[in-house]
């Protein structure tokens, strides 16, 4: 068989394969079970492999590389349009296979183990900052039920373990107090274990020259920067820092016919953790233009005097991705414009 192109639909256990020649007639259709697929792409001539960007698509790109083969990953988004009729994993080995023929297919870059470690770091704080999240509104929620209320913040749950430490039975009854103290219990190891996988990207972070950097930029810190670092590896797959400004989602969405354009909101497409993470940080940049007037923050003052300030802060993001992608593409710090520098 004379195989080019290959469509590879991944699965826990049952792998769909679809191959096509030269002339782009169908010459494989095979079903392999997980242990199989290495020695099944070994024991062919090396071609391209098409897989969808979804999860452990990066480990099998490895590996199937590994073997000989150029292996492309397409954001699945770019795949379902390709679907004849009827979903199925044979139907989604062909779509695959004729997606990462086209020309103009856009793909995604195999992440390397480096990479992928450090974004599991990333996901797994996320996590536990979400669960912190819920076990504070769980205790505030409960404590409420007896009168007891501190301001909102993180920062003054100390307040609710000191309430629940100084054994007042009239304000809170025993039982009560026993079940709410496992609660705070279960707080405190999260703050140890978040302050821990902290550490670990802070530690990554200073050994890695590209992560340094993006920290230079106003707005992005040591997570957003080793989050970008790790995310997209090499800047120049983008064309332009507009570009990745679109690619996580922070341009308008489109909905134009004819000669009449429409922009809407931003499209909210991409890597939303990132996006979440430069729109956070461009919140804390606008808190520090609004409390010192300088020439630097003269761009988001008058921003703020003609729009909402959510509106400011993504604008803000949109603006920082740009120049943070001009960062990784140029290999220098950030530098002031000239006249603010100056200044």
Known sequence: MNITT?????????????????????????????????????????????????????????????????????????????????????????????????????????????????????????????????????????????????????????????????????????????????????????YLRIRELELEIMAWHKNNEQSQRLATIPGIGPITASAIVASIGDSSQFRSGRHFAAWLGLVPRQNSSGDKERLGRISKRGDKYIRRLLVIGATSVIRHARSKTSPRNDWINQLLARRPARLVSVALANKTARIAWAVLARGDIYHAPAPLAAT
């Open 6 to 190: 290959i469509g590879l639909d991944i699965a826990k256990n049952a792998f769909q394969v679809h191959g096509v020649d030269e002339r782009g007639e169908t010459v494989l259709r095979k079903r392999l079970r997980r242990k199989d697929v290495l020695s099944f792409f070994s024991s062919l001539a090396p071609c391209v492999v098409g897989i969808e960007a979804c999860g452990t698509a990066h480990h099998w790109a490895r590996e199937i590389r590994s073997v000989g083969h150029e292996v492309k990953l397409i954001a699945p988004a770019y795949v379902k349009p390709y679907v004849k009729r009827n979903k199925n994993d044979s139907a989604d080995a062909e779509a695959i296979c004729e997606a990462v023929g086209r020309p103009s297919m856009r793909f995604v870059p195999v992440k390397s183990t480096d990479q992928q470690s450090v974004l599991m770091l990333h996901r797994a704080r996320d996590l536990l900052v979400r669960q912190r999240t819920m076990l504070v509104n769980a205790l505030r929620g409960h404590l409420a039920e007896y009168g007891i209320v501190v301001a909102q913040g993180i920062a003054n749950v100390t307040h609710l373990f000191e309430i629940l430490e100084d054994g007042n039975e009239e304000l809170i009854p025993a039982l009560a107090r026993r079940v709410l103290s496992s609660i705070a219990e279960q707080l405190r190891q999260l």
